[in-house]
C-alpha cells in the first residue's frame, strides 16, 4: 500500500497532467478532472485491479468515465500507469491521435465512448449483470460520475436495475463539485440527497469528502465489501480544486487555463511530477467459462403457411441461443410481444429483463458486448426511438449491438399511433456503421437473425405484429446488402421495392397487373441497409426507368429514401446513375386505430395503391 | 359532496364500460382500467374542475392519463361527464372514431397523446410549470401513472423537476396494480419503495389502499392542501379488480374479455348504469394575463461580418421574447453553449432551466404548448436525440414546439463525435408535420426563427457552432420551403445544393471554378424540410440534370436525401421532368477530435471536395 503522501502526490500529478494537456489544447476540462483527482489517485493506487500491459484480459476491472469530459484526467492515469507516455498524453484533441477530446475506444483501455452524459452508469450496470451472472468473475466496474449528469433520467433506470439485480460489483463515484457548464447543479453540494435517492433505489450510500484521502481509502473498501447492492459513492468535491484562483468558480468549465495561468497553476500544484504507478494486476487470470460454439440449426418454416415475423424472432433467437453460448438476450417489459420470451424461456441464465428501460436495456447489450457476449436488445420498435442517444453512442463506442423491433408501422391496427414504429428506419439507417434488415416471412427472418450474429456492429431487425405468409425455403439464403427479384420477365414495365408487410402487397398487386396485361417486377429489399445498388440499377434499367417503392413507414428515410440512395454517387466512386423515375409509396398522414387493412389503405400503402402507381407510371 | 355509495355506483360503472367497450371492440386495456376506476370515480365526483362544455377554458384542470393504455377508463369518464355519448364510447378502436386504442388530442378533452409510457407525467409537470409561474391559476394537473411505467428514467426526470420547482398544481396518482404486461412489476406492491423515491425527490407522498374510497378522497384532499411540492398518491390497487375471474391474474394484461366472459364481469360488478357527474366547474373564471404582442424587432447583423448562427439564435430568441409574450424558452443546462442565455436574461420570468434532462426538456415544452404558450427548447443537437421518442409522441400530441439544436456536424471540432450531431436532420424529418431549418448566417437564423414562432406545429432549427461569414441583407425573406439560389448564370453546368456551414464551401467552389471557366448554380436550402422542389427541378433541367449535394450530416436521411426526395413522386402526383445525377457529399466515417477544418476535410465535405465533385460530373 503506498502512502497517504503518495496518494496526494499523484492526485496532484493528474491535476498538473490535466492541466498540461489542455491548455496545449487550447480547449477541454481540466477544472472538472481536477475535482476528481483525488478519487482517482487512490483508486489508481490501491483498488484498480489492471493489467494494462493485456488491455483484453478478462479479469480486468473496468473503469468507465461517465462524466466522459474529465478525459484528460483518464489519461494522466493511463500515463501514470505507464500505458501511454506523456508525449501521446499531450497530443489531446489533435487530429489523428488518439488522444481524442472524450473517451473512445480507439484507446484499448476504453471500454465505450462517453460524453454524452448519463450513459457511463447504465453500460456499467451491464458490464455488472455479465460479471456477477454470466462470467461469475470478481472483476469490479467503477464508474465516475459528475454531478450534472446525475439529472439524467438513465442514471435512475441505472440505479434501479442496478438495485433490483443487487450488483455489488458496481461502484459509482460522484464528483459532487456542485457547479455544471452553466451554473450551480440542481442539489449543489447536498449530497444527503444523493445518497437518498441512491437508497432508495437500492444502492449502498457512501458520503465522504472527496479530497480527503483516508476517506477516499475507507469508502472503497467499504463498497468493496458489499455482497448484495452496489454502492454509491457520494464525495464532496471542488471543481478546479488544487488552483485558488478557479477553485469553486463558476465559469471555469469547459475551458483551458491560459498558458499563464497554467504555469501558476502547475506551480500551486508543486510542479510536473513523473510517477509512475504499478496498478495491481487482477486477483485472478480465471478465464470465463464458455462451452463452444456448435451450428446452428434455424428453425424452418413450411412454405405457405402463416407466421409473424416477430414470432420467428423469438424462435430464431432461442435456436442461436441453443447454438452459441454467448447469445445474450435482454427487453423491455415486453417479450410476450416481441417473442424474446421464447429464448428467455429456454434460456432463462442468458435473458435479463429489462422492465420499461430502454435506455438501460440499450446500455446493458452495450455492456454486455463489452465482454464479449452477443446481445440481443427486443422491444416495441417505436421504443427504440427512447434510446436513440444510446444507440448513437453505441456507434462511437464500436459496440456489438442486435436490435429487434417489433410492432412496426400502421399494420398494428387498433392500438394507434403511440405504439406504431414509422420512423424506426430513418433513425436506424443514420447509425454509422450499421445494418438495417426487413424481414417478410419468418423464414427470412431467421436467416437474418444468423446473418446479424455473424456482423459486429450494430445490427437492427423490424418485425412485423401480424402474421404474413412464408413465401421462401428455409434453405434460401439472404446475405446482408442482397434483395430478392421475386417477379421478373422480359416485358417489365416497371419495378417495385417494397420489404415487410408490404412486400405481400407488391405480390397481391402483381398478380393483379398480370391479369391485366402489365408485367412488374418485384423486388423485396429485406436488406435496407446496405441496400442493393446492383440489383436496383440493373432493375431500373430493365423496367425503363421507372420504380415503385412501397413502405409501411413516414415518407422520410426509410426503404424509398434508401431506393433512392443507390441511384446516387459519391465523390471519387463509380458515377452515379441517372435517377429513376421513383413514385414513393409511405404514411403521410397520422394513422389512427382501425384494422390493419383499413390502416394499410388509408395510408396508400397496399395493392390497391401499388397498382394505381404503376399504371400511372406507364402512362 | 356525493356520497360513498354513488363514489362506488361510479366506480362500478366506469369498471363496466371499460370491459363493454373493449369487449366490442376485441382488444384493448380492461384489466388496466378496472385497478384505476376507484380513484378516478373519486376524482370524478369531488375533485377535477373541468368544465366539459368548454374544453379550451383556461381554467380547467388538466387530466392526463400517463398510462394511455387504460384509455377505455378514460373514456368512460367523458361518458359519465356527458362529454361522449355511451355509443360514441362504444366506437372504441374502430376505424374513423375518436376513441383511439390510446387517448389521442383529436377529442377536446385530451391534451396529449399518450401509450408511450412515462411521457405523461414529464407533459404533467410542464403544465405545472405554466400554472404556477406563468399563468398563476389556480387549476391543477392530475397525473394517472402506472407503476410498469415507474421504470421509465423520463418519471424521475419529472420527479426532479417537479419537486425543484415546487410544483404543488402536480398530483400524481400511481396505479399500484402490480402486474405489468409481462409478469409482475420490478416493485410490485412495496409502496414504501415509490414513496421513498419520490419523497428523495421532494415531493410529498401518501400511500393508501386505492381501492378505499375515503382514503382516496382524504389523500386528493392532503394533496390539494399543499403548497410547495407536488404530490405522488401511492395507491395499492388489484388489477383485474372487481372481476374475480381476472383480479391480481397474470395473463390479463392488454386483453379484452371474450363476451360470455364479459356478461358474467358485469353482472359481477352489478350491471350497466347510466350515471352522470355533474362535474365541478373551474373554481374562477380569470383569464391568464398576457400583454398583447408587438411587432418583432430582429436583430440585423451587417453582412461580411461573421457570426455564429447559435448566437444569432439566443438574439433572435430575445427580439420575439420582447415582441410576443407567449414566447418561453427551456434549455437542458448548455445555455451558454446554445446561447439560450441570452433569452434567459432578458427574461428571466419566462426561461426555464431544465438541467441536464432532455426527455423533460421537450414534455415540459409540450406542456406550454397546451398552455397556448411559444416554447423554444434547445440543446446540443446530438443531445434531442435522447428525447426522440418525446419529439415523436409530440407528433401524434399535435404539439406545438420549437425546438433548436445546435453544434451540429464534425465542425464542431475538438470536442470529438460525442457532440457532433450527424444525425439530427434524418431524425427530424421523420416527424410527422415537422418542419426542419438549416440557416447558415445570423440573419438568416433571426427570420427562420420568426418562421418557427408563425408555424403551428414541431419545428427544427439546426445551428452551428462555428462563425460564418454573414451573407444576405437583413431585409432578405426566408419563408419555410423556400431556397436562395445564390449563383447562376446561362452556362451553369452542375447544380451544388448545400445549406448551413457547407454553403459557404459551395460559394468558396463556385470561385475556384469559376476561376477555371466552369460555372456553377449554387442553392441555399435552408429549408430541409419542406425541401424547395420547384426551384430544384428547376436547376436540374438548367445544368443538364447534375447535382452535388453537400452536408455536415451522415450520409443518410439529411440534405441529400431530401433533394433526391425532390425528384420522386407520389400516387396521383406529377413525377419529375428531368431527372439528375446526384452524387451526395456528406459524413460517411467515424470523425475524431481535430480542427473544424481538419475534420471538414476529412469528411470530404469542403470546396476542394465540391471542385472534385463537380469535374468528376462535368467529365
Redesign the interface.
Known amino acids: 500500500m503506498a502512502t497517504p503522501q503518495q496518494w496526494h502526490e499523484l492526485a496532484q500529478q493528474l491535476r498538473v497532467d490535466s492541466i498540461r494537456s489542455t491548455t496545449k489544447?487550447g480547449?477541454?476540462h481540466p477544472s472538472s478532472s481536477m475535482s476528481a483527482a483525488d478519487l482517482m489517485a487512490v483508486l489508481l493506487y490501491e483498488h484498480l485491479c489492471y493489467d494494462f500491459s493485456n488491455p483484453k484480459s478478462p479479469n480486468n476491472d473496468h473503469l468507465i468515465f461517465s462524466k466522459?469530459h474529465a478525459a484528460p484526467l483518464l489519461y494522466a492515469m493511463y500515463k501514470a500507469a505507464g500505458a501511454i507516455s506523456d508525449e501521446e498524453m499531450m497530443t489531446?484533441?489533435?487530429?489523428?491521435?488518439r488522444?481524442?477530446?472524450?473517451p473512445?475506444p480507439?484507446l484499448p483501455y476504453v471500454d465505450v465512448?462517453?460524453?454524452?452524459?448519463?450513459q457511463g452508469l447504465p453500460i456499467g450496470v451491464g458490464i455488472g449483470l455479465a460479471g456477477k451472472y454470466l462470467d461469475k468473475l470478481p472483476y469490479r466496474i467503477w464508474v465516475l460520475l459528475g454531478d450534472?449528469?446525475m439529472?439524467?433520467?438513465?442514471?435512475?433506470?441505472a440505479l434501479?436495475l442496478g438495485g433490483?439485480y443487487q450488483l455489488n460489483n458496481v461502484i459509482a463515484i460522484l464528483d459532487m463539485n456542485r457547479l455544471?457548464?452553466?451554473g450551480p447543479?440542481?442539489l449543489e453540494w447536498n449530497g444527503d440527497?444523493y445518497a437518498?435517492?441512491a437508497?432508495?433505489?437500492g444502492w449502498h450510500a457512501i458520503e465522504i469528502d472527496g479530497h480527503n484521502l483516508d476517506q477516499i481509502n475507507a469508502a472503497y473498501k467499504e463498497a468493496e465489501a458489499q455482497t448484495d447492492a452496489p454502492t454509491l459513492i457520494v464525495a464532496k468535491t471542488v471543481k478546479g480544486k488544487g488552483f485558488s484562483e478557479i477553485e469553486n468558480k463558476p465559469g471555469w468549465h469547459g475551458k483551458a487555463l491560459p498558458p499563464d495561468a497554467a504555469e501558476r497553476a502547475i506551480k500551486e500544484l508543486g510542479g510536473e511530477r513523473h510517477i509512475h504507478v504499478d496498478v495491481h494486476k487482477p486477483k485472478t487470470d480465471q478465464a470465463p467459462q464458455r462451452p463452444p460454439a456448435q451450428p446452428v440449426q434455424l428453425p424452418k418454416y413450411e412454405v405457405g403457411s402463416s407466421v409473424a415475423t416477430r414470432s420467428a424472432y423469438g424462435d430464431g433467437l432461442k435456436a442461436l441461443g441453443a447454438a452459441q453460448p454467448d447469445v445474450v438476450a435482454v427487453d423491455g417489459?415486453?417479450?410476450?410481444?416481441t417473442y424474446a420470451?421464447t429464448f428467455a424461456h429456454a434460456f432463462p441464465d442468458r435473458y435479463f429483463?429489462q422492465?420499461?428501460?430502454?435506455?438501460?436495456m440499450v446500455a446493458s447489450a452495450v455492456g454486455f458486448g463489452v465482454r464479449g457476449y452477443q446481445p440481443f436488445a427486443s422491444t416495441f420498435a417505436?421504443?427504440f426511438?427512447?434510446a436513440?442517444?444510446f444507440i448513437?453512442?453505441a456507434?462511437?463506442s464500436r459496440a456489438n449491438i442486435k436490435l429487434c423491433g417489433s410492432h412496426a408501422g400502421v399494420s398494428i391496427g387498433?392500438?394507434?399511433?403511440?405504439?406504431m414504429a414509422?420512423?424506426d428506419l430513418?433513425?436506424m439507417?443514420?447509425?454509422?456503421?450499421s445494418i438495417v434488415l426487413y424481414p417478410c416471412d419468418a423464414n427470412q427472418t431467421a436467416h437474418l437473425l444468423q446473418d446479424m450474429a455473424d456482423y459486429t456492429g450494430i445490427s437492427y431487425l423490424r418485425t412485423t405484429r401480424e402474421k404474413t405468409p412464408v413465401i421462401y425455403s428455409p434453405d434460401e439464403q439472404f446475405p446482408v446488402g442482397g434483395s430478392k427479384v421475386l417477379r421478373q420477365s422480359g416485358e417489365d414495365k416497371v419495378t417495385v421495392v417494397a420489404a415487410g408487410i408490404t412486400l405481400h402487397e407488391a405480390l397481391k398487386a402483381y398478380d393483379q397487373l398480370k391479369g391485366e396485361g402489365i408485367a412488374i417486377r418485384v423486388i423485396d429489399a429485406y436488406s435496407v441497409?446496405p441496400i442493393d445498388v446492383k440489383t436496383l440499377r440493373e432493375a431500373a434499367q430493365a423496367t425503363g426507368?421507372k420504380i415503385v417503392t412501397v413502405e409501411d413507414h413516414?415518407?422520410?428515410?426509410?426503404l424509398?429514401?434508401a431506393v433512392?440512395?443507390a441511384?446516387?454517387?459519391?465523390?471519387?466512386s463509380a458515377?452515379?446513375?441517372?435517377?429513376?423515375?421513383?413514385?414513393?409509396?409511405a404514411v403521410?398522414t397520422?394513422p389512427?386505430?382501425?384494422?390493419p387493412e383499413?390502416?394499410m389503405d388509408?395510408a396508400?400503402i397496399t395493392a390497391k395503391?401499388i397498382v394505381?402507381?404503376v399504371k400511372?407510371?406507364v402512362g
Do not use: C
Request: no cysteine.
Open positions: 489544447a480547449s477541454g466522459g489531446l484533441r489533435q487530429f489523428g491521435s488522444i481524442e477530446g472524450h473512445v480507439v465512448a462517453t460524453g454524452s452524459l448519463g450534472s449528469e439529472s439524467e433520467g438513465s442514471i435512475y433506470e434501479e433490483h455544471g457548464q452553466r447543479t440542481m440527497a437518498a435517492r437508497r432508495a433505489f417489459e415486453v417479450s410476450n410481444s420470451e429483463e422492465y420499461i428501460e430502454e435506455e438501460q417505436a421504443f426511438t427512447r436513440y442517444d448513437r453512442m456507434a462511437i387498433q392500438d394507434g399511433p403511440s405504439q414509422l420512423e430513418a433513425m439507417r443514420a447509425v454509422w456503421s441497409k426507368g413516414w415518407i422520410e428515410g426509410g424509398g429514401d433512392l440512395e441511384f446516387s454517387g459519391a465523390e471519387g458515377p452515379a446513375a441517372t435517377l429513376p423515375t421513383v413514385v414513393k409509396l403521410r397520422m389512427t386505430s382501425g384494422t383499413e390502416l388509408a396508400g395503391h394505381n402507381a400511372q407510371l
